[in-house]
C-alpha cells in the first residue's frame, strides 16, 4: 500500500506524438509553434555536425530582445494609447514572473491581443469583473480566469465595458505585478518599449545563448515512416523523446553499474556519431523567431549532409497562465507544456507535444 501510495505522487504528463511533411498542405507545424505563446528555452541538435552554419548562428543571435519590468500597474496595459501602439500593430506578449500559477495572482497578454488574468478568490470577488472558477481549483473554489479581449471594438475609452475594467484595475482594486514584455513589429525601433515604460523599472535583456559541441554521442536509429519503431530496426518516438530529455539535461547516457545519478542508456538500435552540435536559447521567445529557426533547419537538408535528421524543442514557461492557445495551464506537480519537432532530411517529421496531465490534451 505504501508503494501505491508514492506511485500516485509521481508526476504524470500528457504526450501527444504525431507525424506529416512540412510539405503536406494539412501540415500543422506553423500553427503549433505560433499558438505556444510564453516560450522559456529553445533547444536544437544537430547530429554530424561540428560546427554550427553562420545562418543559423545569425538567426539565433537575432532573438531579442526581450524586457523586464518591475511593479507595472496592471491598468497600463489597456490603455488606449497602449493597444493602439503596441496591441494593433504587431504582436505583443507580457507575462508576470516571480509569481506562482497555482498560489499568486498572475497576468498574460497573448499576440491576439487577449488579456488573461489568473486570480485568486479574494482578489477575484475584489475586482467585481467577470469570470469563471479555475479548472485546478478543486472542490473548493480558490483560483478565477478572467479573459479580457482588448482587441474587442466594444472595448474603447468610451464604452461602458471599458470604463468598468479601468475602474477595477485603477480604483477597485489596483493591481501590480513584475512583467515580462516582447514586441514583434517588423521594421519597429527596438527602444519603442523601452521609452513607453521610462517611467517604469524596465531593462532590456538579451537571450542566453548556450553553444556545445558532443563528441561521439550515441544516437538512436530513426526512420520517419515509423512513428512507434520496430525492433531491431528503429527506435520508436516515445523512446527518442527520453533520450532527448537526457542529452538536454547533459546526462551520462553509458549505464554505468557504479552511477548513482543515471541508469539511462540510449535506446537501440543505435549509432555512434563523431560529433553533435547542440544549441540551447533561454529567454523570452517569441513565437515568430522559433518560425524563422524552423524554417531554417528544414533548409538544412537543402544540400547533401550525413545527419538523417535534426531536432528543435520548445519548453514553455512552468507558471504562465495558458499552454497553447488560451487552454488554461497549471502547475501541479511539474508545470510543463512543451513540444519537439524531428525533421528529417526528406522533410518528413515527427512532433511531440507534452503537458501536465491536469491540462487539456494538446492540439
Not at 87 to 110: Q, W
Request: proline share 6%; glycine share 4%.
Amino acid at each position: 500500500m505504501a508503494t501505491l501510495c508514492r506511485l500516485r505522487e509521481v508526476p504524470r504528463h500528457l504526450l501527444v506524438c504525431e507525424k506529416s511533411n512540412f510539405g503536406h498542405d494539412k501540415s500543422r507545424h506553423r500553427h503549433i509553434v505560433e499558438t505556444h505563446y510564453y516560450n522559456y528555452r529553445v533547444s536544437f541538435l544537430i547530429p554530424e555536425c561540428g560546427i554550427l552554419s553562420k545562418e543559423l548562428k545569425d538567426l539565433v543571435m537575432a532573438f531579442g530582445p526581450y524586457y523586464s519590468v518591475k511593479d507595472l500597474p496592471l491598468h497600463e496595459l489597456i490603455t488606449h494609447e497602449f493597444i493602439n501602439t503596441f496591441v494593433k500593430k504587431g504582436s505583443c506578449s507580457a507575462l508576470t514572473y516571480n509569481a506562482n500559477i497555482d498560489e499568486d495572482n498572475a497576468a498574460a497578454l497573448l499576440p491576439n491581443g487577449k488579456l488573461i488574468l489568473s486570480l485568486d478568490k479574494d482578489t477575484y470577488e475584489e475586482t467585481g469583473l467577470q469570470g469563471r472558477p479555475s479548472r485546478y481549483s478543486g472542490r473548493k473554489i480558490m483560483k478565477f480566469i478572467v479573459s479580457i479581449d482588448l482587441m474587442d471594438l466594444s472595448f474603447h475609452p468610451a464604452s461602458k465595458k471599458y470604463e468598468r475594467v479601468s475602474w477595477a484595475f485603477k480604483e477597485k482594486k489596483p493591481l501590480r505585478f513584475d512583467f515580462l514584455l516582447a514586441w514583434h513589429q517588423t521594421g519597429a525601433e527596438e527602444s519603442t518599449l523601452m521609452s513607453y515604460f521610462s517611467s517604469y523599472r524596465i531593462q532590456e535583456h538579451r537571450p542566453k545563448i548556450a553553444v556545445s559541441s558532443v563528441a561521439d554521442l550515441q544516437c538512436p536509429v530513426l526512420r520517419s515512416s515509423e512513428l512507434g519503431g520496430q525492433p531491431d530496426t528503429a527506435c520508436s518516438a516515445l523512446e527518442l523523446f527520453d533520450w532527448l530529455g537526457a542529452v538536454f539535461s547533459h546526462a551520462e547516457l553509458n549505464n554505468e553499474p557504479d552511477s548513482f545519478l543515471s541508469s539511462y542508456c540510449c535506446p537501440q538500435p543505435s549509432t555512434v556519431v563523431a560529433r553533435a552540435s547542440l544549441c540551447t536559447v533561454t529567454g523570452f521567445i517569441l513565437p515568430e523567431k522559433i518560425c524563422l529557426l524552423l524554417e531554417q533547419l528544414c533548409r538544412y537538408f537543402d544540400e547533401p549532409k550525413l545527419a538523417p535528421w535534426v531536432t528543435l524543442a520548445v519548453q514553455g514557461f512552468a507558471d504562465s497562465p495558458v499552454s497553447w492557445r488560451e487552454n488554461e495551464h497549471g502547475f501541479r506537480r511539474g508545470g510543463e507544456h512543451l513540444y519537439n519537432f524531428v525533421i528529417f532530411n526528406n522533410r518528413d517529421y515527427w512532433l511531440h507535444m507534452a503537458v501536465g496531465a491536469d491540462d487539456d490534451c494538446p492540439p
